[in-house]
């Protein structure tokens, strides 16, 4: 929509018989943005990306990428590069061979495709593999193969689904930088398909949060984590303290009292007094003691949990869902489960929903 927009995505529709998969989705990306689609799975992330790459066509919608209309482009008539989860490649070439594959389909010169093909191994880090069979390389490896493979031809826009996913952890986190760092030197705008929140937070410049078929935020990772927009995507994102209230009245500018069964909480926020509202709060928000002019309320230590660096500490909450508090460092002192404890947490950081009553 906006005019920056490199990759504009219009109203995207898109059923299966009767069940709306993509329920007109919008998505502008600019010129060398890292863009991840995050949401559980069955959420239309992949049919986005089909036919965003020519793929599947979209019911409705159009598809618009540095100015033209590509919406009716065969997938080879579109500019864009896919990564795949299952690598993809074709296992009677070797390395160089399938990085050269694209690179001979569109016809380059012949004397720079060699150059071309090296550049991009250089890259990507397999610059000794050129000539091995593909069959032998490592998942990784594989996967680092298939990135150069489809950056050779020098895409407008690149798209990879959960291209990690099939890797373990230390290797994924390693390849997720070096991905990063790759696509940022070449400027190669990218959409990025993830249900692991940590993948989408740390790779992306912006993340859209999508629930069945919808994108229902599209922000930085700091906004996405500190400010959700919706309660999914408070709770797919991240911990966090959730808790049901009523609105009363308005607090201070901006700023909403909330009955709860924990007492009277103060949120951000306008809602007409009487409408059933949800509270938000992430764990590292909240601390141990009492605090003037913060929410504070009281609640029963059940568990602690070290995890290294931090520290989380749960909270019995009947009749709604546990409250955690994380911290970094220890506890207070002589805390033990069982304890009944006043948490307090800023005011600024109470979050506020509409809550569909169930
Ligand atoms: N070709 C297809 N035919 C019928 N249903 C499909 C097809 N492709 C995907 N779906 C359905 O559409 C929904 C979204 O799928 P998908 O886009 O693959 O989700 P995600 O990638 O977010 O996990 C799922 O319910 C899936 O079963
Ligand atoms: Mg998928």
Redesign the pocket.
């Given at each position: 929509m906006t005019d920056s927009a490199f990759l504009d995505i219009r109203r995207a529709t898109k059923s299966?018989g009767s069940?709306m998969?993509l329920d007109g989705v919008d998505l502008a990306v600019t010129p060398g943005e890292f863009v991840s689609l995050l949401?559980p799975?069955?959420?239309?992330?992949?049919?986005?990306l089909r036919i965003v790459a020519g793929l599947m066509a979209a019911d409705t919608g159009r598809i618009v990428l540095d100015g033209e209309d590509i919406s009716a482009r065969p997938p080879h008539r579109r500019d864009v590069g896919v990564v795949f989860q299952n690598y993809a490649l074709f296992p009677h070439l070797s390395v160089a061979e399938n990085v050269a594959f694209g690179l001979k389909a569109r016809g380059a010169p012949k004397d720079q495709i060699a150059p071309t093909v090296r550049r991009f191994l250089d890259l990507a880090q397999m610059a000794g593999f050129a000539e091995r069979s593909v069959k032998a390389l490592s998942g990784g490896q594989q996967q680092r193969v298939a990135v150069a493979r489809a950056l050779a031809v020098q895409p407008k826009l690149l798209l990879l689904d959960e291209p990690f996913s099939a890797l373990d952890r230390k290797l994924r986190e390693a390849m997720q930088i070096d991905l990063k760092r790759l696509l940022r030197e070449l400027g190669t705008t990218a959409i990025f398909?993830t249900h692991d929140q940590d993948e989408a937070l740390m790779m992306s410049d912006r993340v859209a949060v999508?629930n069945r078929g919808q994108i229902e935020q599209l922000d930085t990772p700091d906004a996405i984590y500190k400010r959700p927009a919706t309660p999914f995507a408070l709770e797919f994102v991240g911990l966090s303290t959730r808790i049901a209230g009523t609105a009363l009245e308005a607090s201070g500018p901006g700023e909403v009292a909330i009955a709860t069964d924990f007492g009277r909480i103060r949120g951000q926020g306008r809602f007409t007094p009487g409408s059933p509202v949800l509270i938000g709060v992430r764990p590292e928000r909240m601390a141990f003691g009492a605090q003037p002019d913060q929410n504070t309320i009281k609640a029963r230590l059940t568990d602690i949990v070290f995890q290294g660096s931090r520290v989380q500490a749960h909270f019995a909450a009947p009749p709604g869902e546990p409250i955690q508090i994380e911290s970094v460092g220890a506890l207070p002192a002589g805390l033990a489960a069982g304890a009944e404890t006043p948490i307090s947490w800023p005011v600024a950081d109470t979050l506020v929903y509409p809550r569909l009553k169930s």
């Open positions: 299966f069940a998969v949401g799975s069955g959420c239309g992330k992949t049919t986005l398909v999508m």
